[in-house]
Structure formats: structure tokens, C-alpha cells
């Protein structure tokens, strides 16, 4: 188990574990809740005095009003698993059960709430303050954490000049931090910051060799349920009873030692990377797939390592041991380039259940790698990696991004000339976007080049925030929507299908789906009336699918899938791989299918 029960025992002063700045204070009168209605500080002395050290803590997960997500974020359920057992949490995702910032407001009172921790991303990071905004002005403490916090933190407290927005923030990973931030909640005592480190003083990560047991089997996910209530009846009808479909997020590891330009990840998780045990992400693959049993429902898992391949001899050691325990499961996850040359690494993804692997190509220029710290991507390996990916029927999430230092007006076309070429994915495209605390952020800012400098402030999706070089901003912007408009047209669908004619139909189902949500990354269909457009648009390919569900559902008898199933296994050298993935593609399991956002590293 994790050592919360230790840190609950300590001094709050004890520098032993971790860095804490005093609360300064804030002018406003805090209140715990309505239960009592008293100021934070005396209500909570008042709770201790009466013995009540107890919590109703609110996790909240703002929207960005804009941009949805498919998947519940994992902070939320690793806080929820880390706190000590006398607190109550309650888990909200603005994506999935939005709340005006009154409404919110008036829930956190009613429930009896009283402390309020929120999570976000840079893009979210607006939203979440004036959320936060209007809690502390009811009087709620708000704690915030965070890759944006932590990295703007003078931001959040009001330390530059702006308003303050929260009352603590929990900096860097905060899994040793967050029962301590709790307690002192509680108290009514909380610090300024929480940052963890070791006995000298300096930062210190969790190894993650304590991981705390996540209890999927038993909560409440109904909030994030995949299939709406309309489609049940249909799904029904064609024979999938699934009341659920769930996509999960699971770490295996944190930590990236690539350091590409304008990534976050090795500034925030460092440059080694941890590794939770085998048995304890088996264990928590074994208890979805018991969830998913027990619910009539569909589970599917999102490892959300930075790189899921980035020890290629422990990667292939947790998918064995998924394979022997029988907790295979349909999952994506992000692996570079570099690191699927591997044979038996891709045998073993998709013995396990991987369907699909996001890839951060960012680009098929090496000039614009290298300009970016991402040389070891190295785009003549690109067709090579995919063909051999697809072999085994798993595809992938191809990720580009335009703007970068070589670009020139084109580069959509040049890139949509390459996808044409390679087997079906789900290609998505971005503007390069200098987040803060980056390397790239300091690049620009040194170059005078940001053009809104706070561009979080005013977000405003797939916006440039800085001067590219041999583009103009007006020109990135339509060279990003020049690939999205020509990459998900329908004519673009029906060629992706028709590639895997000869396919189970499962697997055209899965990119059917997956391209119709896709698309809606850039353009969100807002309401029933462009879903049907949307429908009729893409009528032949859904014939299509649907026809074959019906008359062709294992494929065609000469499809790729037959020679895949009779080869030898490639370098794995073990048949029951080749076994494995004949099966699956034989049960036509679904892949994950996404809905608007996918963003990703590796
Ligand atoms: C999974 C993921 C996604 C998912 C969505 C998120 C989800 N539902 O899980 C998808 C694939 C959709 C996605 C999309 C995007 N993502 Co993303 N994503 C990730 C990824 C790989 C994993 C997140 C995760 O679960 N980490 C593991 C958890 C445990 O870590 P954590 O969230 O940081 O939480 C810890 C601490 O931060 C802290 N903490 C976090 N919140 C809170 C709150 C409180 C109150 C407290 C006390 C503590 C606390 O405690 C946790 C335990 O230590 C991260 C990279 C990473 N490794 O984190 C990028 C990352 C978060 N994404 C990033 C980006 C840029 C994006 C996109 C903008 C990409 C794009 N160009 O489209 C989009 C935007 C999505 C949107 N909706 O707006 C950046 C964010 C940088 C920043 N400063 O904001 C990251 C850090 C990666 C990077 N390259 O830098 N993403
Ligand atoms: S982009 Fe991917 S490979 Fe590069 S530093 Fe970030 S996580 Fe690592």
C-alpha cells in the first residue's frame, strides 16, 4: 500500500518530506461547506475539537468549453485511491457532466463540500480559474495540481501581478503529497505549496513500486459510459447487449528521457523513468475485465505512458505476463517510431490486445526533427513500422504538426501525398504550440517570436502563439485544415476501408467509428442535425460496414488475416502469439474508437 497512513502521522512542519510555503492570507472568509457554514479556519477547528477530521473533497476536471474528451483522466482515480479512508471524494468531469460555474458552486454546497481540488492541462488552465474563482469567492479552499500549475505557479497564486486563483497548489506529482495536503485541509491549516522531496531537500518522484490498487470493479464510471442511451436499443438489436463501453487510463511508467523541444513530459516527470510491477497493472487489467463481465459491458485500456516502448525488454516483460494472466484487454498506447522496429515487440502488442499505437511523427521532414530535438524519429522508417504494424491488424494514431522552423505553405499536401501511401490510420494534425516551461518556450521568448505570450489565457484551438519561420500564421492554420478537411472526407473514408476490404468486419467497423470521432477533433459536430449530415455524407462506407457485419463477417477467405494466422511467428518464435492473434482477429474484438481530442507524445 501506498504510505499515506505514515504522512498522516507527521508534523506538518517536518521538512523531512516535503517543501511547504505558509498560506498567506487570502482576505476572503472561507467556508466548509453549508453543513455548518462556518469560516474554513474555525470550522475546521472547530470539527477537530469535536473530533471530526473528516472531508467531503470535490475532484474536479474542467472542460475548456471547447474541446470534449473520451476518457476520464487518471489523476482523479489515483487522488481518490490515495486518500486516506476517513475523507469522502467525489469525482466531477466537466467534459462529461457540465456545470455552469454556479451551478458547481451550489453542488459544492449542497454536498457539504469542503475542499475543492482541480487538475488541467494548460488549454483547460482558463476554465479551471474561473472556476476556482468562483468557489473561493463561496468561500470553498481550493487546492489546484497539474502540469500547468506547476509550471506557471506564480500564475495560480497571483504572484505575477494577476488575481490569485487557489489557495494551494500541489506541485510536480503530488502521490505523496495529496494525503498531507488533505490533512492539513482538514485542519483548516493548508500551505501555500506542496512539493515532495527526499531527506536533502531536493524534488523527489514516487517509484511507483507502491502503486496504489485502483478499485475499477466497484466505482461509479457511469458518468464516463461511451455508448448513449439512444444507441443501447440499436446495439441491442444487432446483436451487442453492451450496456457499457469504458476506456480506461492506466500507467505502467512515468518519465521520458527524449527531451523533445516542446514537450512537457521530461521537465514534469524527469528523464528516468519508473516502472510500476507487472503484477500490479496486471491486477488492474484483471479487475476491469471482471468490471466488464460483470456489467455486460466493454472495457478498453489507454496506457497513457509517454512512451509505452521506451524499455523495449520491460515492455515485452508486462505483455507477457498480460498474456499469461489472461488480462488481455483491447488497448492504444503511445510508442515512437524508433522503438517498433522490433518484431517481437509488435507480436506481443497484438497478442495483448493492442489495436491501435499513437505515434508522434510530428513530421517527414529531419530538418524539422532535428530542429525540435526529435532526430531519432527518423521518417524513411516510418512506412516500414506501419506495414509491419498492420500485418498483425493493429493501426496507428499518426500524429503531425505544422509550423515547425522548416515548414513552407504545402506541407499538408506533401504529408497527405505520404498517408496515401501507407496502410490506413487515423492521422491527426496540430500547430506546433510552445507550452510553458518548455525549451521551446524559452527559444521563442529569447527570439521575440511569441505572439501571445499567455496564449492559455485566451485560448483558442489550433491558434498559433508564435512567428513561425518560412510560413506565414494565416497559412499554418490552413495548411492544418487542409489535412483534417482532406484526410477525413468521405471519399478519404471509403479508400481507409477499402484497403482492408478483405478484412474482418470488425476491424472495418473499428475504423469506421473511430474515423467518424476523429474527425470530429477539428470539426466538432455540434448536435443531432450534423450527426445525420454526417451519416449521410459517409452513407456508402456505413453500407458497407453494415453489409459486411452481415454477409462477410470473418472477411474475405484470401484476406491478409489467413497468411498472418499460417506464418511463423517472426522473431518472437512462439506460436502461441501466433495463435493469440489469429484468435483475436478470428472474435473480430472492436477496437477503441475516440471521440473528439487525442493528443499524445511519444
Ligand atoms: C492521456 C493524455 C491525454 C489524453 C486526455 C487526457 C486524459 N483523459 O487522460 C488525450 C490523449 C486525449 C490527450 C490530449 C491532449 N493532450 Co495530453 N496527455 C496525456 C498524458 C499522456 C497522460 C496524462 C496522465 O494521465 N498522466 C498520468 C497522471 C497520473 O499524471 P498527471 O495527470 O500529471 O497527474 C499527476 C500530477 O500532475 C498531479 N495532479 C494532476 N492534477 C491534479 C489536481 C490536483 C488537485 C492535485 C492535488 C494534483 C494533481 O497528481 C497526479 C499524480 O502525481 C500526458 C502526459 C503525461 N505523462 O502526463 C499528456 C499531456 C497532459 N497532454 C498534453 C497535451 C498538450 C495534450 C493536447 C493539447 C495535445 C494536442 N495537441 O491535442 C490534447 C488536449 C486535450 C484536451 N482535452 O484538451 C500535455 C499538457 C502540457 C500542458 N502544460 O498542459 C501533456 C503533459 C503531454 C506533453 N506533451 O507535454 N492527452
Ligand atoms: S514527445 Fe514523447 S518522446 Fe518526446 S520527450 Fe515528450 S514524451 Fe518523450
Redo the contacts with the bound molecule.
Keep these: 500500500m501506498h504510505c499515506h497512513n505514515k504522512l498522516l502521522g507527521r508534523d506538518n512542519d517536518d521538512k523531512m518530506g516535503f517543501t511547504v510555503t505558509p498560506v498567506r492570507p487570502s482576505g476572503s472568509a472561507h467556508f466548509v461547506g453549508s453543513a455548518n457554514n462556518l469560516p474554513a479556519e474555525r470550522g475546521a477547528s472547530i470539527r477537530l475539537a469535536l473530533g471530526i477530521g473528516n472531508l467531503k473533497i470535490l475532484?474536479y476536471?474542467p472542460?475548456?468549453g471547447i474541446?470534449?474528451?473520451?476518457?476520464?483522466?487518471?489523476?482523479?482515480f489515483?487522488?481518490q485511491a490515495l486518500t486516506p479512508a476517513d475523507h469522502e471524494v467525489v469525482l466531477i468531469d466537466g467534459?462529461t457532466r457540465p456545470m455552469s460555474d454556479v451551478e458547481l458552486v451550489q453542488f459544492v454546497i449542497d454536498e457539504g463540500i469542503g475542499l475543492v481540488?482541480?487538475?488541467?492541462?494548460?488549454?483547460?488552465?482558463a476554465k479551471a480559474y474561473r472556476v476556482a474563482d468562483s468557489l473561493r469567492a463561496a468561500g470553498i479552499p481550493v487546492?489546484?495540481?497539474?502540469?500547468?500549475v506547476?509550471?506557471v505557479p506564480d500564475e495560480a497564486l497571483g504572484r505575477n501581478g494577476g488575481a490569485r486563483h487557489a489557495d494551494a497548489?500541489?506541485l510536480?506529482?503530488?502521490?505523496e503529497?495529496?494525503p498531507l495536503?488533505v490533512a492539513d485541509a482538514a485542519r483548516g491549516q493548508l500551505k501555500e505549496t506542496?512539493t515532495a522531496t527526499d531527506a536533502l531537500g531536493q524534488d523527489s518522484k514516487?517509484t511507483l513500486q507502491d502503486y496504489p490498487a485502483i478499485p475499477w470493479d466497484s466505482l461509479d464510471l457511469q458518468q464516463f459510459n461511451r455508448i448513449p442511451g439512444f444507441v443501447r436499443p440499436i446495439m441491442h438489436r444487432l446483436g451487442y447487449p453492451w450496456e457499457t463501453f469504458h476506456i480506461i487510463?492506466i500507467?505502467s511508467g512515468?518519465g521520458?528521457p527524449y527531451g523533445?523541444e516542446?514537450?512537457?513530459?521530461t521537465g514534469?516527470?524527469g528523464d528516468t523513468i519508473r516502472f510500476r510491477s507487472n503484477q500490479s497493472v496486471v491486477n488492474e487489467m484483471l479487475s476491469l475485465k471482471q468490471r466488464a463481465r460483470d456489467t455486460k459491458g466493454q472495457v478498453a485500456v489507454?496506457f497513457?505512458?509517454?512512451n509505452f516502448g521506451i524499455n523495449v525488454k520491460r515492455t515485452k516483460s508486462l505483455l507477457r505476463d498480460i498474456i499469461a494472466a489472461g488480462a488481455e484487454l483491447s488497448w492504444v498506447g503511445?510508442i515512437s517510431a524508433n522503438l517498433l522496429r522490433d518484431e517481437e515487440l509488435l507480436d506481443l502488442i497484438a497478442a495483448s490486445g493492442g489495436r491501435w499505437i499513437?505515434i508522434g511523427m510530428e513530421s517527414l521532414d529531419p530538418a524539422n526533427l532535428a530542429s525540435v530535438n526529435k532526430g531519432f524519429n527518423k521518417p524513411e522508417e516510418y512506412t516500414g513500422v506501419l506495414q509491419a504494424l498492420a500485418r498483425r491488424h493493429v493501426y496507428a494514431i499518426t500524429?503531425f504538426i505544422f509550423g515547425l522552423d522548416h515548414d513552407t505553405p504545402g506541407v499538408a499536401e506533401r504529408t497527405l501525398a505520404q498517408l496515401r501511401e501507407w496502410p490506413p490510420v487515423l492521422p491527426?494534425f496540430?500547430q506546433i504550440?510552445p507550452?510553458?516551461?518548455?525549451p521551446l518556450y524559452a527559444r521563442l521568448e529569447s527570439e521575440g517570436r511569441l505572439t501571445r505570450p499567455q496564449h492559455?489565457l485566451e485560448f483558442a484551438p489550433f491558434q498559433m502563439a508564435h512567428t513561425p519561420l518560412r510560413i506565414t500564421v494565416p497559412e499554418v492554420q490552413d495548411e492544418v485544415r487542409y489535412a483534417w478537411t482532406n484526410s477525413y472526407s468521405p471519399a478519404a473514408t471509403e479508400r481507409a476501408l477499402d484497403s482492408i476490404a478483405n478484412e474482418p468486419a470488425a476491424y472495418k467497423i473499428s475504423h469506421l467509428a473511430s474515423r467518424l470521432f476523429f474527425r470530429g477533433?477539428y470539426f466538432p459536430p455540434k448536435g443531432a442535425w450534423q450527426w445525420l449530415k454526417l451519416i449521410a455524407e459517409n452513407r456508402r462506407s456505413l453500407w458497407s460496414v453494415v453489409r459486411d457485419s452481415f454477409t462477410r463477417w470473418h472477411g474475405s477467405p484470401d484476406r491478409g488475416r489467413t497468411q498472418d494466422c499460417d506464418r511463423s511467428s517472426g522473431s518472437a518464435g512462439k506460436s502461441e502469439l501466433d495463435e493469440a492473434n489469429c484468435t483475436r482477429a478470428d472474435r473480430g474484438v472492436l477496437g477503441v474508437s475516440?471521440e473528439?481530442?487525442?493528443?499524445?507524445?511519444a
Design positions: 475532484l476536471n472542460d475548456n474541446t470534449q474528451n473520451f476518457m476520464p483522466h487518471l489523476w482523479m489515483l487522488l467534459n481540488g482541480i487538475g488541467a492541462m494548460t488549454r483547460m488552465i487546492v489546484m495540481g497539474g502540469p500547468h506547476t509550471e497548489l500541489a510536480g506529482e503530488a502521490d503529497t495529496w495536503i506542496y514516487p487510463p500507467e512515468r521520458c523533445c516542446f514537450c512537457t513530459v514534469f516527470f489507454f497513457v505512458d509517454d503511445q499513437f500524429s491527426v496540430g504550440t507550452f510553458p516551461a518548455t492559455w477533433i475516440g473528439p481530442e487525442i493528443g499524445g507524445e
